[in-house]
């Protein structure tokens, strides 16, 4: 059973930076494609970021292009998302997440049915 942990989640001034990191315990991280997303209270969790296994590939929801990097360490097990220009609206629960085996293409990074690993979340708060 895969084990996805996030880290580095925290209370922010608006325009500040935060970086998430998320680690995986259980098999070969470097394998498989990982995802961001979050979820603010009332509302459905959205996609933030997804990374290809190699880290060749990487996907962003319109709303953090340009603020937003998502990037991993195979080595170390270990996908990061750096974000920049925190805005209020930025806050939420930031969850991890990876799929069981190998995907194809690009289009399921946005779909949250298409993974079957998650992390608890780490709180992500910025002020205005």
């Known amino acids: 059973q895969e084990q996805l942990v996030e880290s580095g989640g925290g209370l922010v001034q608006a325009g500040g930076s935060l970086r998430l990191s998320c680690a995986a315990s259980?098999?070969?991280?470097?394998?498989?494609?990982v995802g961001w997303f979050r979820q603010a209270p009332g509302k459905e969790r959205e996609f933030v970021a997804g990374i290809s296994w190699s880290g060749d590939n990487t996907y962003y929801a319109d709303s953090n292009k340009g603020r937003f990097t998502i990037s991993r360490d195979n080595a170390k097990n270990s996908v990061y998302l750096q974000m920049n220009s925190l805005k209020p609206e930025d806050t939420a629960v930031y969850y991890c997440?990876?799929?069981?085996?190998?995907?194809?293409?690009?289009?399921?990074?946005?779909?949250?049915?298409?993974?079957?690993?998650w992390g608890q979340g780490t709180q992500v708060t910025v002020s205005s």
């Open positions: 997440a990876a799929p069981r085996g190998p995907k194809y293409g690009s289009s399921w990074y946005s779909r949250a049915y298409e993974y079957d690993y």
């Open positions: 259980a098999r070969t991280f470097s394998n498989y494609a």
